[in-house]
């Protein structure tokens, strides 16, 4: 196993719908097998975001938007956010190990602002899911798309 400098930094991501929160499928089971995944896999888990009880369906989702804005994914330390006298919050660069380039977050960024409810109706989005078209595999580089199965029971995202 890699030492924790060479662990590559990961952010996990857990959610459930109110109808699905059985055992084999709970919030639970799914970090501990992203846990697992991580620690076989040579990952550091930095952060863990949960959505308890929110549909897959739409991209709305609170921690899940969390994790998609957060900077300090590109190596970035951002402090004063919600400075009260309206000062511009202070950033630090490189401050961590990016997981993803400062590039790659503003074409993100970008692409979800696009897409905001508030600029286009979600029927006018090219795809009702949030991440197609915008995520690449790892493996193959070749962007991820929305797919059903069940009849529209489970969706996930496939290369």
Known sequence: MKD???LTPAALYARVS???QDVDLS????????????QRNGYAIVREYV???ESGRVADRPQFRKMLVNEIYTGTLVWGLSDQ???SPVRVQDAFPAIISAAEFERVSQSLQSRAPER???RQAASRYLLSELVRCG????????AEAKGGRYS???C
Do not use: K, W
């Open 4 to 6: 924790e400098m060479s």
């Open 18 to 20: 109110s109808d699905r």
């Open 27 to 38: 919030v639970a089971a799914q970090l501990r097998a992203l846990r697992d995944f991580a």
């Open 51 to 53: 959505d308890e009880a």
């Open 85 to 87: 006298n309206g000062a």
């Open 120 to 122: 286009i109706h979600p």
């Open 139 to 146: 493996l193959c580089r070749r962007a991820l798309t929305a």
């Open 156 to 158: 996930y995202y496939v």
